[in-house]
Structure formats: C-alpha cells, structure tokens
C-alpha cells in the first residue's frame, strides 16, 4: 500500500494556482508603478513648464520650447497611454500654442492648435470622464473653435461636476466673460451670482478678469452689497 501524502501536502497544491494568481498581480503591478515613474521622470520638466505658461497669458514659450515639451509628453504618453493628465497637458499645451500663434498672427497654425486641443482635451475626457477641470478646459477649447453649442455644453458638464472646485471656477468665469454674448442664461445667472456672492477683493480681481473682455460687473460698495449687473467697459 502507498503512504497517503501528507495532508498539508495536498492543501499547498490546491492552493497554488491562487499564488500564482497572487504573484501575477504583483508582477503587473510592479510594471504599471515602474511605467508610471518613468512616464515622470520623462515628462517632469515639461509638466512644470506647461502648467506654468497656461496659468500666464503674458507667458508666450518659443516654437522650440513648445516643441520640445510636446517630445517630453508624447515619450510619457507612449509608456503610459491610459494617463489621462499627459492627454489633458496637451490639450494646455496645444492651447499656448494657440496663444503663441496667434500673438504672431499665424492663423492657420493658431486654428490647427486649437483643434489639436480640442482632440486632446478629448482624449482625456475619454479616460478620465468626471474631471471638471479636463471639461472646463475643453470648453475653453471648443470656444475658441467657434462651436458654441458644444462649448454651452462641455461648460454645462464642468459645472455639473465641480460646481464648488476653486480651480475650475476661474476656468468657467473665462469661458462665460469671453463669450458674454452669446452665452447661455445659464452662464451669465451662475457669473452673476458668483460675483454677488463674493467678497469685496475676490470681485475686484473677477472685475479684473472681466475687464480683459471689455466688461465689469457693478456693485454698491458703500453698502457692502453687490448687484452684479454687467456692464461694457468699451463701445
């Protein structure tokens, strides 16, 4: 008669494929952790820049260093392509080219910018479908393509999202001063609201904004309240 093996014996073996299992996640993990490291380090630089030339309208990068931090994404984008904050960065960076462009009156390169922002911001969004920043900023986008329809709408889902997130909020004030016109009742009820519902220094830097299009809001300082009624600041 064979010995039987020994009971722990048995439970080891059946348990293996569990370990397997177990050691194969691992594995995957590790490789995702060390993609995404490297994916920074590739792109580390360039996320500086590009966050620091969209947050300043009088910031206008050469060709070059515009070109050399889309090289810096795009080699993060290939290690990673699922991240959505390198889609999102290019969709920045595609609109201060835009910028870049149209300061040297360039406007087929300031319109190929703007499309190539709309495409990322996009992408982003199609991976990452609840960020409020990613729609504010294809709002944005859109808006300078003159798809107003589109624009209402990607700026409808931004505030449906964020309606609070402090830095969205300056986001959505650009899109509804830019485009006072013709924006939605919408727009100009949550604009209006805002700068009533503001204290005196945050009106007087949304006023600021505000005069970069040619309007202001009007308040009753002297009694500490607000109106809020727009008003053009330029024929």
């Not at 960065?89 to 080219?97: I, Q, T």
């Not at 889902?157 to 919408?186: C, F, I, K």
Request: hydrophobic fraction near 50%.
């Amino acid at each position: 008669m064979s010995a039987r093996p020994p009971s722990g014996s048995r439970i080891a073996w059946h348990r293996l494929p569990v370990l397997v299992a177990v050691l194969a996640i691992a594995l995957l993990v590790l490789a995702l952790s060390q993609a995404l490291l490297r994916a920074d380090m590739a792109s580390q630089g360039a996320r500086r820049l590009v966050t620091h030339w969209a947050s300043r309208a009088s910031s206008l990068p050469s060709a070059g260093e515009i070109a050399q931090a889309e090289a810096a994404l795009l080699r993060a984008v290939d290690i990673t392509p699922a991240n959505a904050e390198l889609h999102e960065l290019l969709g920045d960076l595609r609109m201060v080219a835009a910028r870049v462009a149209d300061a040297a009156q360039d406007d087929i390169a300031r319109d190929a910018a703007q499309a190539a922002a709309v495409a990322h911001y996009e992408a982003a969004l199609a991976r990452r479908p609840s960020d409020p920043q990613t729609w504010a900023g294809l709002a944005a986008a859109l808006q300078a393509t003159g798809d107003l329809a589109a624009t209402h709408a990607a700026w409808a889902r931004s505030l449906a999202l964020g309606p609070n997130e402090g830095h969205v909020q300056p986001m959505l004030l650009d899109v509804a001063l830019r485009g006072w016109a013709d924006a939605t009742p919408g727009m100009q009820s949550w604009a209006t609201a805002l700068f009533a519902a503001s204290a005196a220094p945050q009106q007087a830097a949304i006023n600021k904004l505000a005069a970069l299009h040619g309007l202001r809001f009007e308040s009753d300082e002297p009694q500490g309240t607000s109106t809020g009624e727009m008003s053009r600041t330029t024929p």
